[in-house]
T-cell receptor, first 113, second 115 residues
Framework: DQQVKQNSPSLSVQEGRISILNCDYTNSMFDYFLWYKKYPAEGPTFLISISSIKDKNEDGRFTVFLNKSAKHLSLHIVPSQPGDSAVYFCAAGLTGTASKLTFGTGTRLQVML | ETGVTQTPRHLVMGMTNKKSLKCEQHLGHNAMYWYKQSAKKPLELMFVYNFKEQTENNSVPSRFSPECPNSSHLFLHLHTLQPEDSALYLC??????????????FGPGTRLTVL
């Protein structure tokens, strides 16, 4: 049973426009969420996180929104740049546990010129 | 840029071979992790070490044997693997402060092929 789901395997966006990547989770106990970006032949790179006590966290061009009632989070990238083309993973965790992160399957973002 | 290094980056081995993967973190973290990433599947947590002590073994077959001699180094010893073990093996580390949210930082991975 997959507790973290990224239902869109791929997304194409024009340069300069907004990219919206979505993630759904089933375990209401998760209390923090992270987004990672992965380029080919590299490990995932931490991008941004959000605690369940917030509904929004912003860092430059990246904003993560959390809707706890819908068990849904999204990553917005504005404006999208060609260097943003990568696979994006969302992950969910429980504070104070054995630091187990549960990952989604990833969404491949392609930003076109 | 990453403070987590992994060697080798690529490894091809036969089913009767014994090999080891190495991970080193330069971030002063307390916890280290092994993950397996197979094609089109989520990252699967294999092992967790906290202050050199194994705190998690996620039902991993015994042909994978982890070793953590100190908080900066982590090994994954491999023996009599199966072709289905071919995957990207990722190491990660985190600070693991009690009561705090914990961000894991990943190495570049070892691409393993079992023939």
């Amino acid at each position: 049973d997959q507790q973290v789901k990224q239902n869109s395997p791929s997304l194409s966006v024009q340069e300069g426009r907004i990219s919206i990547l979505n993630c759904d989770y089933t375990n209401s106990m998760f209390d923090y969420f992270l987004w990672y970006k992965k380029y080919p032949a590299e490990g995932p790179t931490f991008l941004i996180s959000i605690s369940s006590i917030k509904d929004k966290n912003e860092d430059g061009r990246f904003t993560v929104f959390l809707n706890k009632s819908a068990k849904h989070l999204s990553l917005h990238i504005v404006p999208s740049q060609p260097g943003d083309s990568a696979v994006y993973f969302c992950a969910a965790g429980l504070t104070g546990t054995a630091s187990k992160l549960t990952f989604g399957t990833g969404t491949r973002l392609q930003v076109m010129l | 840029e990453t403070g987590v290094t992994q060697t080798p980056r690529h490894l091809v081995m036969g089913m009767t071979n014994k090999k080891s993967l190495k991970c080193e973190q330069h971030l002063g973290h307390n916890a280290m992790y092994w993950y397996k990433q197979s094609a089109k599947k989520p990252l699967e947590l294999m092992f967790v070490y906290n202050f050199k002590e194994q705190t998690e073994n996620n039902s991993v077959p015994s042909r994978f044997s982890p070793e953590c001699p100190n908080s900066s180094h982590l090994f994954l010893h491999l023996h009599t693997l199966q072709p289905e073990d071919s995957a990207l093996y990722l190491c990660a580390s985190s600070l693991r402060l009690a009561g705090e949210t914990d961000t894991q930082y990943f190495g570049p991975g070892t691409r393993l092929t079992v023939l």
